[in-house]
Nanobody, 125 residues
Framework: QVQLVESGGGLVQAEGSLRLSCAAS????????MGWFRQASGKEREFVAA????????YYADAVKGRFTISRDNAKNTVYLQMNSLKPEDTAVYCC??????????????????WGQGTQVTVSS
């Protein structure tokens, strides 16, 4: 079983920055895609960003493109989400997830097999 543990959430003012981390542990992870999703109160979960483990290709939601950057550290089995120019509408619980399969499915939550517990990000205006 693979465990994903997020960290780095918190409270920040608008236009501020936060960096989220997602560490994978457990059995050797053979998945090739790791992603970040978020869910605001009363709203559906939405895709934020994903990265292909080998090669590093990235995908972003339009709402965060240019402000968020996803990256990985292979040696640490950790994925990061650097969030800059945060807006109040970015407030949500952010979860990382992972799967092994077609990389073209990276924007789809149903493709992911493993999920973390989530970390709260709150952006005040």
């Amino acid at each position: 079983q693979v465990q994903l543990v997020e960290s780095g959430g918190g409270l920040v003012q608008a236009e501020g920055s936060l960096r989220l981390s997602c560490a994978a542990s457990g059995r050797t992870f053979s998945g090739n895609v790791m992603g970040w999703f978020r869910q605001a109160s009363g709203k559906e979960r939405e895709f934020v960003a994903a990265i292909i483990w080998t090669g590093g290709r990235t995908y972003y939601a339009d709402a965060v493109k240019g402000r968020f950057t996803i990256s990985r550290d292979n040696a640490k089995n950790t994925v990061y989400l650097q969030m800059n120019s945060l807006k109040p509408e970015d407030t949500a619980v952010y979860c990382c997830a992972a799967y092994a399969g077609q990389t073209t499915l990276a924007r789809n939550a149903w493709a992911y097999d493993y999920w973390g517990q989530g970390t709260q990000v709150t952006v005040s205006s």
